[in-house]
């Protein structure tokens, strides 16, 4: 079965530094999500992704954060300069179509660390 | 703001034993209910999911849920568990207003005694 896939798995970053997070969303897939859990919180929406501009952003995603879709099958999550408050697991999402009974597939996550 | 509630942080059941986990969620229009599970160490899968018509929902791995749209809730049930059931479970909704954004529950870890 297609999976998402994600790297690095575990980014380790100084805080104030650029990180870039990325996803391979599965082959066939057109909308793209980002989401985040902070250790010990709710999984949390960021930002959806469609046509290469964001459809839907939610109020974390400020100016720091940033979404590309580099080439034809990786999508990015870039964060210009880490806070610590920042440190979380950040889940890559996608699905085929951007319905609401369309089912987002996930990936493994990436653990971000900063320090 | 729509929100959602998972009321046990933390169950612990022998296999065997039949489970229930509640959900509740504060949206007053038309929602989309899912359950994910997280087993240790892998990604978020979908278990199952309601859009519409029959409110008694039929997942994998024998799992099920029922909307019940009176009380807002959509919980999830499995008559008898077994040890490979340990994982995090999330219930989440999507409303019709926002048609690409999941919003979570905080999660109930599942502990199953051999």
């Known amino acids: 079965e297609p999976e998402v896939t994600q790297t690095p798995s575990h980014q380790v970053t100084q805080m104030g530094q650029e990180v870039i997070l990325r996803c391979v969303p599965i082959s066939n897939h057109l909308y793209f999500y980002w989401y985040r859990q902070i250790l010990g919180q709710k999984v949390e929406f960021l930002v959806s992704f469609y046509n290469n501009e964001i459809s839907e952003k939610s109020e974390i995603f400020d100016d720091q954060f940033s979404v590309e879709r580099p080439d034809g099958s990786n999508f990015t999550l870039k964060i210009r300069s880490t806070k610590l408050e920042d440190s979380a697991m950040y889940f890559c999402?996608?699905?085929?179509?951007?319905?609401?009974?369309?089912?987002?597939?996930f990936g493994p996550g990436t653990r971000l660390t900063v320090l | 703001a729509q929100s959602v509630s998972q009321h046990n942080h933390h169950v612990i059941l022998s296999e065997a034993a039949s489970l229930e986990l509640g959900c509740n969620y504060s949206?007053?229009?038309?929602?989309?209910l899912f359950w994910y599970v997280q087993y240790p160490g892998q990604h978020l899968q979908l278990l199952l999911k309601y859009f519409s018509g029959d409110p008694l929902v039929k997942g994998i791995k024998g799992f099920e849920a029922e909307f019940i749209k009176s009380k807002f809730s959509f919980n999830l049930r499995k008559p008898s568990v077994q040890w490979s059931d340990t994982a995090e479970y999330f219930c989440a909704v999507m409303t019709y207003s926002s048609a690409s954004k999941i919003i979570f529950g905080s999660g109930t870890r599942l502990s199953i005694r051999p």
């Open positions: 999402a996608s699905s085929s179509s951007g319905t609401g009974t369309d089912t987002q597939y």
């Open positions: 949206y007053g229009g038309t929602v989309n």
